[in-house]
Nanobody, 115 residues
């Protein structure tokens, strides 16, 4: 069994910062691509940022220059540093990981940005 557990969400004012973490545990040999997605009420889940096992990141245009994705392969953990947060960043943020060609999801963590 593989588990992904997100943490670090919360309520922050516009312009503030948060760091999300996603820790993977269980029957893991190695993790391929990891990613953060988000889903706001009434909207589809969207890709925020992804990172390869080698550390190459990619970002949605809406977060470029404000968010930074990283990972620590020794700890099976991924991070998302979110700066200059905007109310439109409010959503449930989900961790996704490709492990042995299967995709796993975390339970999500709420991020709310007040104006």
């Amino acid at each position: 069994q593989v588990q992904l557990v997100e943490s670090g969400g919360g309520l922050v004012q516009s312009g503030g910062s948060l760091m999300l973490s996603c820790a993977a545990s269980g029957n893991i040999f190695s993790i391929n691509t990891m990613a953060w997605y988000r889903q706001a009420p009434g909207k589809q889940r969207e890709l925020v940022a992804g990172i390869t096992s080698g550390g190459t990141p990619n970002y949605a245009d809406s977060v470029k220059g404000r968010f930074t994705i990283s990972r620590d392969n020794a700890k099976n953990t991924m991070y998302l540093q979110m700066n200059s947060l905007k109310p439109e960043d409010s959503a449930v943020y989900y961790c996704n990981a490709n492990i042995r060609y299967q995709y796993y999801w975390g339970q999500g963590t709420q991020v709310t940005v007040s104006s």
